[in-house]
């Protein structure tokens, strides 16, 4: 049995709590079943297992180094990449035609979630491959796709995204990266430097593959002016391509995964090939970005998840202390969980991984059955539905990984801060979270600026309706009735405190996204309270049935409580901004400060 | 000029919005002046900047190492602790006749607060030895006295404080380690093992001298059977005294200091010397415990200070992205302190930094009044009033810490999680505070069970009677009863909410501190929302001669606005708890996590 994560929790997730077979009877899906899902999922414990989990403290503490010009990684990440391209991990979820398995996206996003729950830098290397071969197989021309997708599904080579500049990190608008037409037709010289590229160089892959964006000469400012290329590092005939690796960055934790300095074309003579049509670019890369934000809230997910099964496990086993109605000193230590305090804190990164894990997969699912629908107006509002989750469910596990993987430090004391326990390291991978793929804040405005007013506010009306239905559901079930009450409270009190958000449209832009990171905390909240009561009403019913495992449904029904008593309030806590005709971000000049 | 403190904040903190020179006209501190004070501070930041900063990086990236049964420390301590001992550091809170400097433990506390925030780690080496001293002259024998303190003063001895055990850390009264009786009086053979003591063993100083507790033979069992005794690693004659350092933890962050597990007689032969009377120990230790835990606090309000004024430059220099009402992408980036939620995240660190200083000079002064105090009714009162801030004191910036530098490294974005910038290292040492000297669920207990309960409540009393006082204050400055409004809004719900908690007494001990915790949390806001009141109300008077800074004093004010608009409302968020009758961290089971 794998320790750092529950597999009858993510099982109880995918098949239970919610039905990813559903899936199996789209006809793309249909050549899978019950069995292949978990096929697949037990291939993910095993690759885990027996290579991942074993490096993840040595890939820690021997770092990724730059040695002449090549930035080396752990020796053994050469045979674990080639092992993901001969299990078929890469293109997985692509179609037979290209050699994949057809596989929902739910299931390889649940499939990483192990790898990356048992070392998070090792995971990275396969799924920047297939983010960067579905840009290609998506947009590219028939030539790209032949030329460079075999060879990055095979995992003999590594693939990028190579968006991020000095001058342009969360204001992509402002990218230089240049790209000069050639005389051969969709051949360009490129010309810029990239920074904080992950895997943008390493030596366990025999060529790298960027998916960079640049501006072609004369192309209009800001983002309608972007185009993608692909910029190999080796070019075909095996000579370097002139993309240097000026640098790499040395980081808190997530270190055994290289970050990348590059100069591009420093010499002239980097030569980029143009992915579909040209400024289309940042069009291209937002129609992968759903799914690259979901798959940050998932390894957020997944790091909060270890820490979480790494403290459980210390306080069933580490004697403290006695009850606090126990007098007698010559009684023997019990083991910390029996302390209120600490079980407060296991409840809270239970409730927060397995909410989360539940949002994730609720996601998916949704995603999956997007890919498939046919009809246009259904499809919309999924996708509706979908864009407007996405930001919730990149950044509440992100924020709320750094607190659980802080809680897991704090209930083994002085030894969790010690790097003889494996809470330390998550504590540290789990901080990039809220800055991946964008920060916390850009996602704030994204959902109150952007997502809650597409289309009139269909898509928030769209996950009202969805909450209503689950509220409905287990307001019928007796013992769900007082959990019901207290979720529904806060919900109208979330929705009276939006109504006035909005009402701030009228002060500008400014006021009204003031407290966008807030609105956007307390969607988190509201969103993992809804995902609570879905699994209430799942374990209710299971109970109901006569289950012969109860502690694993009746601590889904406590957590779901703890849920709604210990977290839901926290939006009480956030109200009364929504409703403040104050602005003292606003107000506080710089040299004030 | 410091880079990593504000020295005119700390000279408000000190001389404007608290009189620390009240201290000068108590007899044992008058030949003190403001003068003195302020060259006391000068002299800790230029010791901070000429020796501890440049090393700040480096004690991080060169941990100390057990060598051959020693543990070295980074070269440049040796001259650093020399140089605390020549400048009169570790006695300077002492008596003239102890070759002291009679000067406030406030003062001390604040020149303490530059060096922590200069270098964390470098700076405990001094307070550690200050420590142990004043156990050694408070509650030892002249002998001791003469024979261990002179050497400790001049830095040639380091000074620890050895409590924790491998089967005892948060509960003290199981811990093992025993004294047995020799022919000599005040002599015992000690034996067992200690461990996480903080510079229990260097090469930086000729002999440690560990402040010791341990059980005689035949003592009662608990907390009323452990006496206090000073074990030297050297003996009086140069041989080893059988103390040996059998391992260094490895940790996150605070990496200069070395942190050793030691097994103490192992060979039958480590002499202790028993400090005052037999089964006295915990009890001389808990009268330093308020300065101790006080101390630590102030070590997190340090590290949270430096990483505030690290992103705070970091983001008026950094351009990236436009002010929102900005359409045209031809003009320049603007730094990113004029974004909305950058200056959130700033007035965030910046409240709580700045309030949590106000707190702990108000209680150092209260400290210093306190050890003068002639009226016992008087006395009494003060301490209560100190004994029930000082868990508040020590948690509330412990914890707020963890989030301040956590906003520290997102401001700075990925360049935050790389080790370019400082604000990782912040982060890794910050974590240390919930931990240290009891943790967070110990200081909940602590200040619910016990200081809210002491002498009928009068300590609760009297700190509500100080805030009433700056409530009034506040409230009949015009500019300032909006403020005070809102935050007497929250006190009131508070002291409801408190009310509905001490009901739970009647429910047993187990229900009635199930949600201490969240009650220190509570306590914390409040505390510090109190304080921000007090530095409004200096602030406004200030303006109002019309001073010639005014972007310091508005920025006070604005900062106040901020912390009741985003921090005190927090409370909202856990009034629910209290006003509940049901405890899910009770009810949960251990087989259903």
Chains 1, 2 share one sequence.
């Not at 802080?406 to 800055?435: C, K, M, N, W």
């Not at 079930?477 to 909005?502: C, H, M, P, S």
Request: charged content about 20%.
């Amino acid at each position: 049995m794998a320790e750092f994560y529950s597999k009858k929790d993510l099982l109880f997730q995918l098949f239970e709590n919610q039905n990813s077979l559903e899936l199996i009877e789209l006809p793309y899906f249909s050549d899978h079943s019950e069995e292949t899902f978990k096929l697949i999922l037990d291939a993910a414990e095993q690759i885990s297992v027996n290579s991942l989990y074993p490096i993840f403290k040595e890939m820690d503490r021997n770092e990724p180094q730059l040695v002449d010009g090549k930035i080396r990684i752990h020796p053994k990440m050469k045979s674990i990449i080639s092992q993901f391209g001969e299990d078929g991990w890469i293109q997985s979820i692509f179609s037979y035609e290209e050699g994949g398995q057809q596989l929902p996206w739910t299931i390889h996003l649940c499939a990483g979630f192990i790898m990356q729950a048992a070392n998070y830098s090792a995971s990275v290397f396969p799924f920047l491959t297939t983010g960067a071969a579905n840009l290609i197989r998506t947009f590219g021309s028939k030539e790209l796709v032949d030329r460079f997708t075999p060879n990055m599904y095979s995992g003999k080579w590594q693939g990028t995204m190579a968006l991020t500049e000095p001058d342009a990190g969360s204001s992509l608008s402002d990218l230089t990266t240049s790209a000069l037409p050639t005389e051969k037709a969709g051949i360009f010289h490129i010309k810029g430097q990239k920074i904080y590229i992950s895997a943008g160089d390493h030596d366990a892959c025999e060529n790298i593959i960027h998916l960079m964006l640049a501006r072609i000469q004369g192309a209009p400012a800001g983002t309608k002016g972007i185009s993608l290329f692909v910029v190999p590092q080796v070019r075909e005939d095996g000579k370097p391509n002139d993309v240097l690796t000026q640098g790499i960055y040395h980081k808190m934790g997530y270190k055994g995964a290289p970050i990348a300095h590059l100069m591009i074309g420093s010499k002239d003579a980097c030569e980029g090939y143009l992915v579909g049509k040209p400024n289309q670019g940042l069009k291209y890369m937002f129609q992968m970005m759903n799914e690259a934000r979901l798959g940050v809230g998932m390894n957020a997910v997944a790091i909060a998840t270890a820490a979480f099964q790494s403290s459980l496990a210390y306080a069933k086993e580490r004697p403290q202390g006695r009850k606090l109605t126990e007098k007698d000193l010559n009684k023997p230590q019990v083991p910390i969980i029996e302390h209120a305090d600490v079980k407060r804190m296991l409840l809270f990164q239970k409730s927060v991984t397995e909410g989360t894990l539940a949002l994730l997969v609720y996601c998916g699912i949704l995603s999956d059955k997007i890919s498939q629908e046919e009809n246009p107006e259904k499809k919309k509002e999924m996708h509706l539905l979908l864009d407007l989750l996405t930001p919730i469910a990149k950044s509440y596990p992100s924020e709320m990984g750094v607190q659980c993987t802080s809680a897991a430090i704090q209930i083994l004391g002085g030894a969790g801060y010690t790097t003889d326990f494996p809470v330390e390291q998550y504590y540290r991978e789990a901080r990039i979270h809220p800055i991946h793929e964008g920060t916390t804040g850009i996602h704030g405005i994204d959902l109150l600026g952007r997502k809650v007013l597409l289309e009139e506010g269909l898509g928030w009306k769209l996950l009202q309706k969805e909450i209503q239905k689950t509220v409905q559901e287990a307001g019928e079930i007796e013992n769900l009735k007082e959990l019901t009450k207290g979720f529904e409270a806060i919900l109208n009190k979330f929705n009276q405190g939006v109504a006035q958000l909005l009402f701030r449209m009228n002060l500008g832009p400014e006021k009204y996204l003031a407290d966008a990171t807030l609105f956007l905390e307390a969607s988190g909240i509201l969103t993992v309270g809804w995902m609570w009561l879905r699994q209430a009403i799942t374990a209710q019913k299971t109970l109901s049935k006569g289950n012969s495992d109860q502690n694993f449904y009746l601590g889904k029904l406590e957590t779901a409580r703890y849920f709604m008593e210990y977290e839901l309030t926290k939006i009480e806590g956030l109200l009364p901004r929504f409703h403040s005709k104050s602005f003292p971000t606003l107000d506080i000049k710089r040299e004030w400060l």
